[in-house]
């Protein structure tokens, strides 16, 4: 059974950083493309990093580019999201998820999602 779990949300001030975890179990996790979404409340899962199998392509969302960095360890199954210089406009439950092809970031071509954490921002 595949196990996506997230960690690291949290309440915090507007300018801090929070880096969020995501622990991968029940697959191979390096034959895996791994992306982290964000979900604001009554809004669509929208993309916010991305990165491949070997961890050498990212892909960030414009809305994150220069303060979010995504990255992977595959030795410990896990995709971490360094945020900083947070917005109120990131107050969101992230996602990540799973994608075994790697070549699409839209949320419906992912194959495994976790639960979610939630990150507020307040100003």
């Known amino acids: 059974q595949v196990q996506l779990v997230e960690s690291g949300g949290g309440l915090v001030q507007e300018g801090a950083s929070l880096r969020l975890s995501c622990a991968a179990s029940?697959?191979?996790?390096?034959?895996?493309?791994m992306g982290w979404f964000r979900q604001a409340p009554g809004k669509e899962h929208k993309f916010v990093a991305g990165i491949k199998r070997s961890g050498r392509s990212t892909y960030l969302a414009d809305s994150v580019k220069g303060r979010f960095a995504i990255s992977r360890d595959n030795a410990k199954d896990t995709v971490y999201l360094q945020m900083n210089s947070l917005k109120p406009e990131d107050t969101a439950v992230y996602y990540c998820?799973?994608?075994?092809?790697?070549?699409?970031?839209?949320?419906?071509?992912?194959?495994?999602w976790g639960k979610g954490t939630l990150v507020t921002v307040s100003s």
């Open positions: 998820a799973a994608e075994s092809d790697g070549t699409n970031w839209e949320p419906g071509a992912m194959d495994y």
């Open positions: 029940g697959l191979t996790f390096s034959t895996y493309a």
